[in-house]
T-cell receptor
């Protein structure tokens, strides 16, 4: 079993749709959770950062963590064609530690 | 904003050449990382460094070496480039759990 699993997609949605992107993980020690957005031929950019369980909202983006289920989600409301990118989840067990793991990424296309 | 700068966006090198990829960060981060990213394989860690002159092997260190002479600079070296090292190379730095990436270097070995 991989440490972090993520549906690779591609996921295609119409403009304006609500998008749900998800990751599952196996290491219960993970406490810090991140979502990165990566446009084609560019480096990943940090989108959301959360600690432990709960929700965090930033504009159209909401990150949700359920540690009991080892499941994290990123919701995008009112999706736009500019949201078309690959989304990678990442997690770490320690704020300063070396154990920092990425999911393989989900490719999202938002169609106008 | 944190800035991580990689020296080149695109590089084309010949088989057998020694290749240097440079990365500089401006936020005094202790930890720096080199990844390669290939379709279907995701991000794979090559090497990382948690302090000046310190280095640790990642998951795929074979054919690579690194150098960290100054805190802000982390170099990836391909000792003798091969075609299977054609890839997107990404540098990242972090102190806390939030990692910040450079724009990537697309290396093609012919």
């Amino acid at each position: 079993q991989k440490e972090v699993e993520q549906d690779p997609g591609p996921l295609s949605v119409p403009e304006g749709a609500i998008v749900s992107l998800n990751c599952t993980y196996s290491n219960s020690a993970f406490q810090y959770f991140m979502w990165y957005r990566q446009y084609s031929r560019k480096g990943p950019e940090l989108l959301m950062y959360t600690y432990s369980s709960g929700n965090k909202e930033d504009g159209r983006f909401t990150a949700q963590v359920d540690k009991s289920s080892k499941y994290i989600s990123l919701f995008i409301r009112d999706s736009q064609p500019s949201d078309s990118a690959t989304y990678l989840c990442a997690m770490s067990d320690d704020n300063y530690g070396q154990n920092f793991v990425f999911g393989p990424g989900t490719r999202l296309s938002v169609l106008p | 904003d944190v800035k991580v700068t990689q020296s080149s966006r695109y590089l084309v090198k010949r088989t057998g050449e020694k290749v240097f990829l440079e990365c500089v960060q401006d936020m005094d981060h202790e930890n720096m990382f080199w990844y390669r990213q290939d379709p279907g394989l995701g991000l794979r860690l090559i090497y990382f460094s948690y302090d000046v002159k310190m280095k640790e092997k990642g998951d795929i260190p074979e054919g690579y070496s690194v150098s960290r002479e100054k805190k802000e600079r982390f170099s990836l070296i391909l000792e003798s480039a091969s075609t299977n090292q054609t890839s997107m190379y990404l540098c990242a730095s972090r102190t806390t759990a939030r990692a910040f990436f450079g724009q990537g270097t697309r290396l093609t070995v012919v």
